[in-house]
């Protein structure tokens, strides 16, 4: 069984276990616009809940990505470092952006469900 | 203040278009198909720009105001001629730049295209330094609109016959539903292209045409990137008053033989900065990775210490890659320098490189 969840930075966690896999949503990416660069946090490196967790650039600006919920990195994603459109193309699967071991389990109660951040994202505006 | 539109603001909203302010106006950032999609149809095929939100400046005169033009700008005005364009600055008597803009000699007059947030200033320095002799018309009842690329020339000549007879820097009149145009083969984005000066109650019209004719409608965005791409200035960025054209590297902008006698504004330090060299320069950047450096960010030799700042930086579409312009002592400007960019608290390696990034095709001397 495996459940995502979205935060109010228009990320999302899917939860596996203990393991969350963490990117950026589709309606970020069309905030964004085309994005051509990608840093994601080092393997084996600690990321807290909301704290920062990488950068992605578009033509347009460089903007910080946050984790959701607090961990270890276990493991990045090369494939959007080496082809960051693919962020863009396919944002909620193949693009996701780094896996960590999920340091507290009860971090993911106050994020929002498909419907809840559907409808926040739709009121966020732009 | 509110907001201004332009006369293809509806166009831009039918289009999908992202917006944003620009200089007071609401100008379309992007178009549904993204930047970089735009980008490299323009270089492919042709994109329309809307860039009415530029000066169109009309200063109306004979000799006499050929001779009080020459006073202000760096240009050979007396040889210069009828319909033939010139980039050129309004500079201050430090050679310090107010605004770049293009000149261009009509029958009666000139013709000056300025930008949109400098428009308004340039036209009182103008104003103060001709003390009103002659009638200036900042015409806001004209639209400007830009089409770029490849295929723009077949695509204008099918509405504007004999279009394609202009050369590169150059127009005319042309007749469009009774009314007249000014058309210039030119442009910023190092391709073959026009602008087209048109009356606001005409603009969409014909816009409209171009697009039924197979261009499409590029915004800002894209504007930008293929601008950086061909090593173009942009005010605001690589130009301000801070800043002077030799140390901007468009010495190539200025008439030789006014290097010679000066009586230009800003000529003294234009010509010490020849024979002295300038202290800053500006140069084009290659990051060695993908990293995108933006403007502002600090510029460091390998020893790691500040030799100056990033002016334009951005991901250019056609050689898919990051690229930048910025400024630096002058020592350090060689191509193949290899310089630090600083990006987020960490240094990247890059290298000072030749302009343009992207090899321009423009039109010379069809005729």
Known sequence: MSEVKYSKE??????????????ITQHATEMLGDIVFVELPDVGSSVEKDGNAGV????????????????????????IVEDPGKINSDPENEAWFFKLKI???SELDSLMNKEEYDKFAKESGN | MEIKKTSLNKLHQDNKAKFVEFAGYEMPIQYSSGIIEEHKFTRANSGIFDVSHMGQLFIYGDDNLINDLEKIFPLDLKNLKLNSSKY???????????????????????????????????????????????KMVLDDQRSLIAIQGPKSVEILNKILKAVADLNFMSGNWFTY????????RSGYTGEDGFEISISNELA?????????????????????????EAGLCLYGHELSTETTPIEANLKWAISKDRLN??????????????????????????PEGRLIAREKTKIFNENEQLIGEVTSGTFGPSVNGPIAMGFVDQEFS??????????????????????PFYKKSYVKGVN
């Open chain 2, 334 to 355: 060689k191509k193949e320098t290899k310089i630090l960019l600083e990006v987020r608290g960490k240094k990247y390696p890059a290298n000072v490189c030749g302009l």
């Open chain 2, 177 to 184: 539903k009774d009314q007249k145009l000014y058309v210039t």
């Open chain 1, 10 to 23: 228009h990320e999302w966690i899917k939860v596996e276990g203990d393991v969350g896999t963490i990117g």
């Open chain 1, 56 to 79: 992605v650039e578009s033509t347009k600006a460089a903007s910080d990505v946050y984790t959701p919920i607090s961990g270890e990195v276990m493991e990045n994603n090369p494939v």
């Open chain 1, 103 to 105: 340091k507290d389990s």
């Open chain 2, 261 to 286: 006698n000066g009586g230009f504004i800003g000529s003294d330090n234009v010509i010490n900065q020849i024979k002295d060299g300038a202290k800053k320069i500006r140069i084009g950047i290659k």
């Open chain 2, 88 to 134: 050129s600055f309004l500079m201050n008597d430090k050679a310090g730049v107010y605004d770049d803009l293009i000149i261009t000699k009509l029958d009666k007059g000139f013709l000056i295209i300025l930008n949109a947030a400098c428009k308004d200033n340039d036209f009182k320095i103008l104003s103060s330094l001709l003390k009103d002799k002659y």
């Open chain 2, 204 to 228: 969409e019209v014909f816009t409209k045409e171009l697009l039924d004719n197979g261009s499409k409608m590029i915004g800002l965005g894209a504007r930008d990137t293929l601008r950086l």
